[in-house]
């Protein structure tokens, strides 16, 4: 049987030419009926996806189906390597798979690269995957101003400009699905990591607010809670806690002598485990009907810490919420 499928190019990829989705669909992948009901007809926006869990759930997503939009920051034109090496693969498996720049702390960024996704999904995206965050280590006090701002604007700020830009694309529709990339670390600190823990409390708090806030609009949120896996996310905490490092003054240096030796211990890779646990991870949550998908979702082959931070701030939370003016909302969250 002859191949009479359209093979785009690196370029109409990158530039998220139509073509790309004629070619999805006279193709279907292997995988995506391995990994159950295929997620054809879906379209999903995720970011940081130049390596780690972002470029694994876009390469994944579009191997079962979805039409997805990866976005990374520094395009570089076409040219950075990362963009060129994964629209490569969606060419070579004729994968619905656009690149587009996206620097989650440049509002203007974010709102043209999510303008540029709603137009290649033909609406408002049905799914937002914000993946895109750093690590940076140390105690708390060694964190001086620059490295204080660059975590927050990324991993705290740079999810909700995100959000921000969907979601009245997706409220225009009555649905859609918000994936937030979280920790376990946003329900429980380890000393010398605490400004990271710090940004993923503050994700675990703004999300579930919206959760509630967007229940009535048909919008859900879900979010995951890695444990630890071997993502760059590691290179690039080395790096940018040696900088810091190299900032201290005098005292600090000396005084925090012993915890700098166990913040650099902290980027030691990640272990063994399998990252491919996040995108199967996020498939599940897509094929998961509308009303049924949970709040939360830790992932790691050990979740019983965040499941039991999950259990008890829940029925702390249905304390607080599940009477009075907040209850419908609550439990539409919850149930």
């Known amino acids: 049987m002859s191949d009479t499928s359209i093979k785009p190019t690196r370029r109409q990829i990158l530039g998220g030419a139509a073509a790309l989705a004629a070619a999805s669909a006279t193709t279907s992948s292997a995988s995506a009926q391995e990994g159950g009901a295929a997620l054809t007809g879906q379209s999903v926006l995720i970011t940081g996806c130049s390596s780690g869990f972002g470029r694994l759930s876009a390469l994944h997503l579009a191997r079962e189906g979805a039409t997805v939009i990866a976005s990374m920051r520094n395009l570089e034109n076409g040219q950075r390597p990362e963009a060129m090496e994964l629209a490569d693969v969606a060419s070579e498996e004729n994968l619905a ?5 996206i620097d989650v702390t440049d509002n203007a960024q974010v709102l043209a690269g999510v303008a540029a996704a709603e137009e290649i999904a033909g609406g408002g995206v049905d799914v937002l995957v914000n993946n895109a965050g750093i690590a940076i280590a140390g105690p708390v ?7 204080s701002e660059l975590i927050f604007d990324v991993n705290v700020q740079g999810c909700h400009r995100m959000a921000r830009a969907a979601l009245p694309g997706m409220r225009a529709r009555d649905k859609g699905l918000v994936v937030q990339i979280s920790s376990q670390l946003g329900r429980l600190i380890i000393p010398n990591i605490g400004m990271y823990c710090s940004t993923k409390f503050a994700v675990e708090a703004m999300f579930e607010s919206m959760a509630y806030e967007l229940a009535p609009s048909g919008v859900e949120v879900t979010i995951i809670q890695p444990g630890g896996y071997p993502t760059k996310i590691w290179e690039n905490g080395s790096r940018y806690t040696e900088a810091l490092i190299d900032r201290l003054n005098e005292e600090r240096a000396t005084a925090y002598e012993t915890h700098i030796a166990g913040a650099r211990g902290f980027f030691g890779g990640g272990g063994s485990t399998d990252p491919m646990d996040i995108p199967r991870a996020i498939a599940e949550l897509m094929r998961t009907p509308n009303g049924q998908r949970p709040l939360r979702r830790p992932v790691h082959p050990d979740t019983r810490l965040s499941t039991a ?3 008890a701030m829940a029925n702390i939370q249905a304390v607080a919420l ?3 003016g907040y209850a419908a909302w609550h439990k539409a969250v919850t149930d």
Do not use: R
């Open 141 to 147: 006090e060694m964190s001086d101003e620059a490295a």
């Open 322 to 324: 599940g009477g009075g």
């Open 309 to 311: 931070a999950n259990e």
């Open 97 to 101: 798979l656009h690149i587009v720049e």
